[in-house]
T-cell receptor
Framework: GENVEQHPSTLSVQEGDSAVIKCTYS??????FPWYKQELGKRPQLIID?????GEKKDQRIAVTLNKTAKHFSLHITETQPEDSAVYFC???????????FGDGTTLTVKP | EAQVTQNPRYLITVTGKKLTVTCSQN?????MSWYRQDPGLGLRQIYY???????DKGDVPEGYKVSRKEKRNFPLILESPSPNQTSLYFC????????????????FGQGTRLTVV
């Protein structure tokens, strides 16, 4: 089955700095890679996603890159703000089969 | 308002007493899924359903059952709960029943915190 590894498990940055979270996956059949943000006590919410036929996607301060050959994808957050503090999860999914595997999460703390 | 609704939000039960956690979505999504979330382990998929009457095992299906008799509902059944099923459970739905569908955002329910004693 699919195995997703996410690093780092915790990340602390100063407000205004950039944050990068990396994930690797094992199953070449995975073709959809979403990122979720989960604030304390809340449900996960999608912040950005990318499909396997795209190498990069950007939405304001958030970007995701995908390297299919190396089987890794990364979340980039620029100009971080205290409200970006949360747990971030990556996932690798197979849209054709329906299975979805999440990383273990990264706790991001943005210090004002 | 588009939403996924889980009930109950909190449940404390005893070992072996059958229980059902309900999940309902109002977005006409084909795909629904159940996850459990434990500290340090992220979200692990229990079961998923690509459409009505179609269900498949995720990574941790042991001790759980599901059914998908109608599109909007996807209940999670614990026939004989045990303490190791104490966890936070999330239901999610999305429209990626078809490969390369344009809209694949997964909407999560508010979560059900289950304690089995």
């Amino acid at each position: 089955g699919e195995n997703v590894e996410q690093h780092p498990s915790t990340l602390s940055v100063q407000e205004g700095d950039s944050a990068v979270i990396k994930c690797t996956y094992s199953d070449s059949a995975s073709n959809y890679f979403p990122w979720y943000k989960q604030e304390l006590g809340k449900r996960p919410q999608l912040i950005i996603d990318i499909r396997s036929n795209v190498g990069e996607k950007k939405d304001q301060r958030i970007a995701v890159t995908l390297n299919k050959t190396a089987k890794h994808f990364s979340l980039h957050i620029t100009e971080t703000q205290p409200e970006d503090s949360a747990v971030y999860f990556c996932a690798a999914s197979n849209l054709d089969a329906g299975k979805s595997t999440f990383g273990d999460g990264t706790t991001l703390t943005v210090k004002p | 308002e588009a939403q996924v609704t889980q009930n109950p939000r909190y449940l404390i039960t005893v070992t072996g007493k059958k229980l059902t956690v309900t999940c309902s979505q109002n977005m006409n999504h084909e795909y629904m899924s159940w996850y459990r979330q434990d500290p340090g382990l992220g979200l692990r998929q229990i079961y998923y359903s690509m459409n009505v009457e179609v269900t498949d095992k995720g990574d941790v299906p042991e001790g759980y059952k599901v059914s998908r008799k109608e599109k909007r509902n996807f209940p999670l059944i614990l026939e004989s709960p045990s303490p190791n099923q104490t966890s936070l459970y999330f239901c999610a739905s999305s429209s990626y029943g078809q490969a390369w569908s344009q809209n694949t955002e997964a909407f999560f329910g508010q979560g059900t915190r289950l304690t089995v004693v």
